[in-house]
């Protein structure tokens, strides 16, 4: 949006998908949510002083003791971000290591598979159509930013 307006003369500033990201952090509130095949419990959302995993992990880790939800969670599901998946300082590999020093089994962790299709399909995309797509924008020959 900014890019688009800048383009048209309008005089705005147009920071970088991180920057963006940063201050979505800065300001977001992270949803916890239990789901099964039967039901959803949004439990509560936490609000964050920033976005890195530590932060990330201790907040969950207070809604575990809260809630008392050890011994009811089996799987995490998150999107595939190196702060979520890193192998020794991502959240879920953390928060797995939790369970396991409270005695309690390693919840498996699923990728959320709406990235991983995500992913995918950029891939292909590009590949096929030879483009470089680059999230948010879209640089496919069919693609017009009037429909953006």
Same mark, same amino acid.
């Given at each position: 949006?900014?890019?688009?307006?800048?383009?048209?003369?309008?005089?705005?500033?147009?920071?970088?998908?991180?920057?963006?990201?940063?201050?979505?952090?800065?300001?977001a509130?992270?949803?916890?949510?239990l $789901?099964?095949?039967a039901?959803?419990?949004?439990?509560?959302?936490l609000?964050?002083?920033?976005? $890195?995993?530590?932060?990330?992990?201790?907040?969950?880790q207070?809604?575990?003791e809260?809630?008392?939800?050890?011994?009811?969670?089996?799987?995490?599901?998150?999107?595939?971000?190196?702060?979520?998946?890193?192998?020794?300082?991502?959240?879920?590999?953390?928060l797995?290591?939790?369970?396991?020093?409270?005695?309690?089994?390693k919840? $498996?962790?699923?990728?959320?598979?709406?990235?991983?299709?995500?992913?995918?399909?950029?891939?292909?995309?590009?590949n096929?159509?030879?483009?470089?797509?680059?999230?948010?924008?879209?640089?496919?020959?069919?693609?017009?930013?009037?429909?953006?």
């Amino acid at each position: 949006m900014c890019r688009q307006l800048s383009g048209e003369a309008i005089e705005i500033p147009t920071p970088s998908q991180s920057a963006i990201h940063k201050a979505i952090y800065a300001r977001a509130t992270q949803a916890v949510v239990l $789901k099964n095949d039967a039901k959803e419990v949004k439990l509560t959302g936490l609000k964050l002083k920033d976005g $890195k995993a530590q932060t990330i992990v201790e907040g969950l880790q207070d809604v575990l003791e809260e809630f008392n939800l050890r011994g009811s969670i089996v799987m995490i599901v998150a999107d595939t971000t190196s702060m979520n998946t890193g192998k020794r300082t991502g959240v879920v590999v953390w928060l797995q290591e939790k369970f396991e020093e409270k005695c309690h089994p390693k919840p $498996k962790f699923i990728s959320c598979q709406n990235h991983v299709l995500d992913l995918f399909i950029w891939v292909v995309m590009d590949n096929e159509l030879h483009g470089s797509t680059k999230s948010p924008n879209i640089e496919y020959f069919f693609v017009f930013d009037e429909q953006l």
